[in-house]
């Protein structure tokens, strides 16, 4: 996007994996991978995952996008999952999603390990597709005390939107003392400079691509789009902006202002880092750090497995208004225990397809 200075340099931020004798992650490794992720907010981990691997996890993807009867989530842009735009679900807790949620706890257990107890709740297992035409998220944080994982099923090109990260602005104790007190309100001030480029960016784009999409976007979306009369925080969403009803993007006069006396502090603090990751890359990340999910430019759907585990206790409405489980995962919850002492990891005998296939849709833990 040439309204947005993004990086796409990501090196600085990947650790490979390698893996013991057990098939987990090595102490060296999970030392690398925490200091990448207590600096930053956000670590990338490729090779996590054979090609095989990833593929299975793709036929997951497919297979929950497949099923008429599928759960939507809620997240993201309720716009762009009402038109399709995006296809974001919660999975159920089939074997074969336990299975692969399984393998992925198992190898990172150590890591895990550093942020999360045993008994902590798995609060959501979820696929995310977005395609051509969806919206760009406003930057924004997710509910804190929680850690996310993102796995590239398949290869994510530049265009396809991988996920958008600000580093450094996870929180910690003592975070609000960093460049001398300042760093709430030049990070609040980033975020709104950040959301304005967004909207701008959001409404041309809405304008370019609104017949060349599959399907075209028609009228009826197209002012659902820019006005947002149904509950969405992102999208142009001019109507919640000028009302400043909108929890992730708001700019007052006192924000402008304040903008253009801290500009030059503004931009050497803060930077965009767009993420491409290649297919069997895992991405973790704090919740609480801005990111934001692009736009996808190109012809070719984005794939992505994620899972979000609980760094402490949550309160029941927070669980269900902040993420997206399951009705089976709300009904019957998982535990980070349940899936690093289960027997049920992925074997090569459950890659191969024709077992797949026999596995999806059927038993529940
Ligand atoms: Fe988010």
Known sequence: MAILDVSYNTQEFEVRAEFDEKGRITHTCTKKICEILDKSGFVIIPHLLSDQEAKA?????????????????????????????????????????ISYATMLCQRLENVLGEYCGRTRQVLEISTMTSYFGSSHQYIHSDPEGVLCMFVAVDNVSPTQGGTLFVPGTHKFSGADMQYNGKVSLLMHLYQALSNFRILRYNLTNLWRIRKVVKPPILRKEFIER????????????????????????????????????????????????????????????????????????????????????????????QWRDGYSPHASLLSQPISLSDLLDSHESVTNDYLSSEHQQSFMFESRI
Request: proline share 7%; hydrophobic share 40%; with cysteine.
């Open 57 to 97: 996890g793709l036929k997951i993807v497919n297979d929950s996008i497949a099923d008429p009867n599928r759960e939507m989530s809620s997240f993201a842009s309720q716009t762009d999952i009402r038109y399709r735009r995006r296809d974001f679900c919660p999975l159920p807790s089939t074997k074969p999603v």
């Open 226 to 317: 820019l006005f947002s009369r149904c509950f969405d925080n992102h999208q142009p969403n001019l109507a919640r902006f000028i009302l400043g009803k909108n929890a992730v993007f708001s700019l007052n006069f006192f924000d402008i202002f304040n903008i253009f006396r801290n500009w030059k502090a503004i931009n050497e603090t803060f930077r965009l880092v767009k993420t491409s990751p290649e297919k069997g890359t895992v991405i973790l990340y704090r919740s609480d750090m801005l990111h934001a999910g692009p736009d996808n430019q190109s012809q070719s759907p984005r794939f992505f497995f994620g899972m979000s585990i609980a760094r402490d206790i949550i309160f029941p409405k």
